[in-house]
């Protein structure tokens, strides 16, 4: 019932921006959050931002802190991630995730998950 649907993702050179969406639909809980996670090529994927619908609270991880920026809009469903600054190392194939729990950067906490999208930095 839960649908994740990304876009946003492309071809950017190093220092550039993206933004990524995340639409969501089928949610009938109060507690939620949306995971932003990333895997690139033989890596294992690992959890760059959250957000908690029902705190508020974002997070996170370090390699990205001060760069990317997690929000919402609950008219749209939607959730993005603004990324900036971008580094060739952020290059990967992004997905977003719906957990019915507090927000967390651990993938096996989330239940849900979108198609992905790439995102490519050039440098």
């Known amino acids: 019932e839960v649908q994740l649907v990304e876009s946003g993702g492309g071809l950017v050179l190093a220092g550039g921006s993206l933004r990524l969406s995340c639409a969501a639909s089928?949610?009938?809980?109060?507690?939620?959050?949306i995971g932003w996670f990333r895997q690139a090529p033989g890596k294992e994927r690992e959890g760059v931002s959250c957000?908690?619908?029902?705190?508020?609270?974002?997070y996170y991880s370090d390699s990205v802190k001060g760069r990317f920026t997690i929000s919402s809009d609950n008219a749209k469903n939607t959730v993005y991630l603004e990324m900036n600054s971008l580094k060739p190392e952020d290059t990967a194939v992004y997905y977003c995730?719906?957990?019915?729990?507090?927000?967390?950067?651990?993938?096996?906490?989330?239940?849900?998950w979108g198609q992905g999208t790439q995102v490519t930095v050039s440098s």
């Open positions: 089928g949610f009938t809980f109060d507690d939620y959050a």
């Open positions: 995730a719906a957990a019915d729990t507090l927000s967390s950067l651990i993938v096996g906490e989330y239940d849900y």
């Open positions: 957000i908690s619908s029902s705190s508020g609270s974002t």
